[in-house]
């Protein structure tokens, strides 16, 4: 059997993916989360096979759940399952250990497919993310990642600077050097652009 937890901030898609799995005669989903913060709790809770996560949740996001996981030496295989075909995203898994990464609108079977071979020691990517992943390299540095993430939010460059301990002038040369990296025409373009790339 197959232990799964189970992490979709959609309410209704995290109860028709807990459904259809439980169909499955070898897969279990022992718990579900809403958010990144308890889908990481629900994992050091219950020790499951595979952790299915979205990417983009309240807290952290499915990204930063494996790469915490991964930090932590935690055994936990890490399947992502997105509606995003980003090559930054897919990327940024890699990185963080994630071990498969499928997009959300395939079949049921596809997926529980996927689960299996990422149980078994695969590594599973969707055919579509895979050539995504041909896309231009991420430029950003983790800093400049970190203000334009805090742009994106809406903070100012003076809440920035005293959220992170920054001089407003640091603030400003960080966000410049983003802006022409992503040949942006302001701050606000810089996120966007950054997020739409999936390199946020």
Known sequence: MIRVVLAEDQGMVLGA???????????????????????????????????????????????EVAAELNR?????????????????????????GVAGYVLKDAPIGELAA??????????????????????????????????LRAVADGASNAEIASRMFLADGTVRNYLSTAMAKLGARNRTEAARTAQTRGWL
């Open 17 to 63: 993916f807990a459904s259809l799995l439980d169909l499955q005669s070898d897969i279990r989903v022992v718990a579900t989360a809403t958010n990144g913060d308890d889908a990481l709790v629900a994992v050091r809770a219950h020790r499951p096979d595979v952790l299915v996560t979205d990417i983009e949740m309240p807290g952290r996001t499915g990204l």
């Open 72 to 96: 932590l030496g935690d055994p936990t295989r890490v399947l992502i399952v997105t509606t995003f075909a980003r090559s930054g995203y897919l990327r940024r898994a890699v990185d963080a």
């Open 114 to 147: 996927a689960l299996r071979r990422v149980h078994a020691g695969e590594r599973v990517v969707a055919p579509e993310l895979a050539m995504a992943a041909w896309d231009a390299a991420d430029p950003l540095t983790d800093r400049e990642r970190e203000l």
